[in-house]
């Protein structure tokens, strides 16, 4: 039995995320995502609460044959035990999967494995730009799994990225 751990702030979960976890699925029987920066929302760059990225995972990735859990992690001050953090919220895991380099290094000098994959069409499939689209009232849809659009129209997402997009304090 193998588990792997893939980590991002899915600001929204997106077709890019969506592909390296079909992807991860293959390799891996069971799969903990966890939801980074926890605990930020409501500014440009982390809109959406962690349980709102909960609902967007957690139903985007029925649709794999794969067991998932979603772990809300915190942000720390401190990089350097930042991997015994992640640690501690998180069912064990043998294999860490990031295209992060500050992650994949914190991770390699705790001696986790790191998988890296292929960026996957990331001149579209970027949590920015997917953003900057929502603000500016163009397509965004086609971006993320359906089960995304669904969520952020539930929680009404359009309305709260443009608000906080306007008030150029949350503008982070
Ligand atoms: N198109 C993609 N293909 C493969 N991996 C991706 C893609 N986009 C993001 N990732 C990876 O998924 C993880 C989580 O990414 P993250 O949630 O920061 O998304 P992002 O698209 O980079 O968002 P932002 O632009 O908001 O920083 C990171 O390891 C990132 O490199
Ligand atoms: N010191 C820390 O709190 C620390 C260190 C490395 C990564 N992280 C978090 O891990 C996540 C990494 O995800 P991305 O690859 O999407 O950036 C982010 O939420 C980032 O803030 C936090």
């Given at each position: 039995m193998t588990r792997g751990f893939y980590i991002g702030r899915f600001q929204p979960y997106h077709n890019g995320h969506h592909t390296m976890v079909e992807r991860i699925a293959d390799e891996v029987d069971e799969l903990v995502l966890g939801i980074g920066s926890a605990g930020d929302s409501h500014s440009t760059r982390n809109p959406f609460t962690a349980g709102e990225?909960?609902?967007?995972?957690?139903?985007?990735?029925?649709?794999?044959?794969?067991?998932?859990?979603?772990?809300?992690?915190?942000?720390?001050?401190?990089?350097?035990?930042?991997?015994?953090?992640?640690q501690s919220m998180s069912p064990d895991f043998d294999v860490a999967y990031?295209?992060?380099?500050?992650?994949?290094?914190l991770f390699r000098e705790a001696n986790v494995e790191v998988r890296q994959s292929p960026m996957f069409k990331r001149e579209i499939?970027?949590?920015?730009?997917?953003?900057?689209?929502?603000?500016?009232?163009?397509?965004?849809q086609s971006r993320v799994p359906d089960a995304v659009v669904d969520v952020i129209d539930e929680i009404d997402g359009i309305k709260r990225i443009q608000m906080v997009a306007d008030d150029d304090s949350n503008g982070r």
């Open positions: 990225r909960i609902m967007m995972l957690t139903k985007a990735v029925q649709e794999f044959d794969i067991t998932t859990y979603a772990v809300p992690i915190e942000d720390l001050d401190r990089n350097s035990v930042w991997v015994s953090h992640v990031s295209n992060n380099p500050l992650v994949i290094q499939l970027e949590g920015t730009a997917v953003r900057k689209r929502m603000i500016e009232d163009e397509n965004w």
